[in-house]
């Protein structure tokens, strides 16, 4: 069947996974469809779970192991307090990304600033993370202008 790949393809996936290979890579290497490859790795996943063995009449009790979080630190981490102060001001993700080139010449993406933004304001829901608006309905926020030192203008 040329539907269900062969042993030793099965274990040259999990081996290249656990060496940290991304998926796409280990698609191209073995010329296998990279959704195939996905497809292995979580059959493999789910079949690691269960690390029990069941007795009659019971089914088999799974543990997870959850040892904290994967993948890389974010760039926004070191500068979590300065995004947070502009979050508590009411600024939005595009705008603290602006802010963060122009002050700190931040080097990460929009996208990161963006996932860091929406995973403190889930950290907290009861938290309100709006500005204050005045009279008239408009935030009081400062303009740009008012944060820029005078050097600079």
């Known amino acids: 069947m040329a539907n269900i790949l062969q ?4 274990e ?6 656990a060496q940290g290979w991304a998926i796409r ?37 799974c543990t997870i192991s959850t040892a904290g979080k994967t993948g890389r630190k974010s760039r926004c981490d070191a500068l979590a307090q300065v ?3 502009k979050v508590e001001r009411g600024l939005s993700a595009q705008r603290i990304y602006q ?5 700190v010449l931040f080097s990460g993406s929009y996208e990161s600033v963006k ?8 950290a907290d829901p009861a938290r309100v993370w709006r500005a204050r608006k005045d009279r008239a309905g408009l935030c009081a926020v ?12």
């Open 7 to 10: 042993v030793n393809e099965r």
């Open 12 to 17: 040259a996936i999990l081996t290249l996974a």
């Open 25 to 61: 890579r280990i698609a191209r290497e073995l010329k296998i469809h990279r959704h195939t490859v996905q497809r292995y790795l979580q059959q493999s996943k789910e079949d690691s779970k269960c690390t029990t063995i069941s007795t009659a009449g019971s089914p088999p009790k």
């Open 83 to 85: 995004i947070e102060a």
């Open 99 to 103: 802010d963060l080139k122009i002050e």
């Open 115 to 122: 996932r860091f933004v929406r995973r403190l304001r889930k």
């Open 142 to 153: 400062p303009p740009l202008r008012a944060q820029l030192s005078p050097a600079l203008l």
